[in-house]
């Protein structure tokens, strides 16, 4: 089995090192965006190379996201169906990689090796990414698109104004919107005042968090709500990795 090290590029160039006299070649796949993860967009890579067994495993990435999987994934003798693998003739083997990113460009290097890494190593951290990528390392996805935040009826009951936040990914490309699960809420209101009691998710201390429709319920205190600070307050959200959004208004409490 041969062994070197490599710098792929994500879009069909293939680049060796010099470093064996017979160098096992990469090419890449455009990358497919298949999912979302908070602040991320979560791609699928087929990496096709001239050895039809072993593992591929990413080394560096220059990102702000993470590629894996950290152990390797598998060569499998024939190209991926879903994902567009080069066919080139030289090409005997074919792997998935998972990439995510925010920015959706980035540069990796892999290598081959004949067995995977033990069960559970981690997936490669990215580096932040330079405003201009060198040369021809580009990893070319989907950037992170953001969120759209919606705020439903709110209902009082006893003491507390409900508040229902609903947050949904944005359409990334060709991959749709969808809920956004486990997205992580920073709230603030203007003019400060009102009071948090907590949210479905916990209480004051609690992270406020989506659940797997992408709402959370947040609990005011309605008599906080004081006309004498501001007759409206608004309502800003934060999901995780997003910008911030004004969610909506309340009015004031009397």
Partial sequence: MRHALFVLLLGGCVIGDGSDSQPIRFEAGTPQAVGFEPGRVVHDVCIALDDDAGYVRPVLLVDDGAMGPGEGAPVRPAPIADLGCP??????????????????????????????????????????????????????????????VTVEATTLTGPALTVPFVVDYEAAGALPGQPAEGVTLGLSLLPAGPALLGSSAGGIEDPIRTDADGRVYVFLDAASLDCAISEEFAVFATPTGGGTILATTLPCSL
Wanted: aromatic share 8%.
């Fill in 87 to 148: 066919e080139a003739p030289e090409w005997v083997g074919w792997a998935r990689i998972e990439w995510r990113t925010r920015t959706g460009r980035g540069a990796a290097t892999v290598v081959h090796a004949a067995a995977s890494a033990p069960a559970g190593t981690a997936d490669v951290d990215g580096v932040p990414a330079p405003d201009a990528p060198a040369g021809e390392l580009i990893l070319d996805g989907e950037r992170f698109p953001g969120y759209a």
